[in-house]
Antibody
Framework: QLVESGGGVVQPGKSLRLSCETS????????MHWFRQPPGKGLEWVAV????????YSSDSMKGRLTISRDNSQSTLFLQMDRLRAEDTALYFC?????????????????WGQGTLVTVSS | EIVLTQSPATLSVSPGQRATLSCRAS??????LAWYQHKLGQAPRLLIF???ARATGIPARFSGTGSGTEFTLTISGLQSEDFGVYYC??????????FGQGTKVEIK
């Protein structure tokens, strides 16, 4: 199970930290992703972090404005978003990278949360 | 960045009929393509991975074919619970992990 939290309404230029609490699988064995869905639009990848947390990648649209991190002892994923813009308004999902017992960057995501809504508005 | 183009944008299908969804990649992704079903307010659901393998618990009426740049998701004997938006995703060339723009399946 994956449960996102931390969303809300925030003014442009402000920051927000999202969390994704997980259970039911070996969190430290999987890379973890953040995806988002802007209102009325499709799914978009945001960022990924390796199992150990040593490697991260982020989308060009948010590069330099976000930090993805994880606490394997708490089975929790985080997304720190800074200097938020109106175009960052979206439903943000966390998902694990892998299928069943197979985990890799080169894999789809078989388990997702239901998302937390971030609204950037003055 | 690999661009995925899905067609059609919307598909209206009667229960029991077949739905055929297409996904075209701007360059080869081999077989590293997945299909998801997404309903409003729910988590996206992985249906197909590696172009043609069904994910755990996915009914046999969902099938995927293709490789390289052309892929198809077929829903045989559409059921009322199959409405939603379907996305293809490539995981061959990353970052980024990219999605198509989605096909909305409506029950006629």
């Amino acid at each position: 199970q994956l449960v996102e939290s931390g969303g809300g309404v925030v003014q442009p230029g402000k920051s927000l930290r999202l969390s994704c609490e997980t259970s039911g699988f070996a969190f430290s064995d999987y890379p973890m992703h953040w995806f988002r869905q802007p209102p009325g639009k499709g799914l978009e990848w945001v960022a990924v972090i390796s199992k150990e947390g040593s490697t991260t990648y982020s989308s060009d649209s948010m590069k330099g404005r976000l930090t993805i991190s994880r606490d394997n002892s708490q089975s929790t994923l985080f997304l720190q978003m800074d200097r938020l813009r109106a175009e960052d308004t979206a439903l943000y999902f966390c998902a694990r990278g892998g299928i069943g017992g197979y985990s890799s960057f080169e894999s789809p995501s078989d388990h997702w949360g239901q998302g937390t809504l971030v609204t950037v508005s003055s | 960045e690999i661009v995925l183009t899905q067609s059609p944008a919307t598909l209206s299908v009667s229960p029991g009929q077949r739905a055929t969804l297409s996904c075209r990649a701007s360059q080869s992704v081999g077989s590293s393509l997945a299909w998801y079903q997404h309903k409003l307010g729910q988590a996206p659901r992985l249906l197909i991975f590696d172009a043609s393998a069904r994910a755990t618990g996915i009914p046999a009426r969902f099938s995927g074919t293709g490789s390289g740049t052309e892929f198809t998701l077929t829903i045989s004997g559409l059921q009322s619970e199959d409405f939603g938006v379907y996305y293809c995703q490539q995981y061959k060339n990353w970052p980024p992990w990219t999605f198509g723009q989605g096909t909305k399946v409506e029950i006629k």
